[in-house]
């Protein structure tokens, strides 16, 4: 990885964390895949876009109806539970 990819992802974290009043050091817990089955949705706001068959990384398990992820493009959101399947 390069400089300028490495200060790239820092600052994208940096973002995230600030947007999602998110404290401490950014650990991956587990790693799920959006139901193949589902629709795929446009993401907006604070939520992540859908795409069938997609494998997240789990950074939080917020609540019950939500789980806080990262895509493979670094993008973090939130993403319903429902549409989660463990790897």
Do not use: W
């Not at 490495?6 to 959006?34: H, P, W, Y």
């Not at 795409?51 to 609540?63: A, Y």
Request: with cysteine; charged share 30%.
């Amino acid at each position: 990885m390069t400089l300028k990819e490495c200060k790239k992802e820092e600052k994208a974290d940096r973002e995230f964390q600030k947007k999602f009043k998110f404290e401490g050091s950014i650990n991956v817990l587990t790693q799920m895949m959006v139901d193949p089955a589902v629709t795929e949705k446009r993401g907006g706001g604070k939520n992540l876009p859908l795409r069938r068959g997609e494998i997240l990384d789990v950074i939080q398990f917020t609540n019950q109806e939500q789980i806080l992820c990262r895509n493979s493009q670094r993008r973090y959101g939130y993403v319903p539970r429902a549409v989660m399947l463990h790897l």
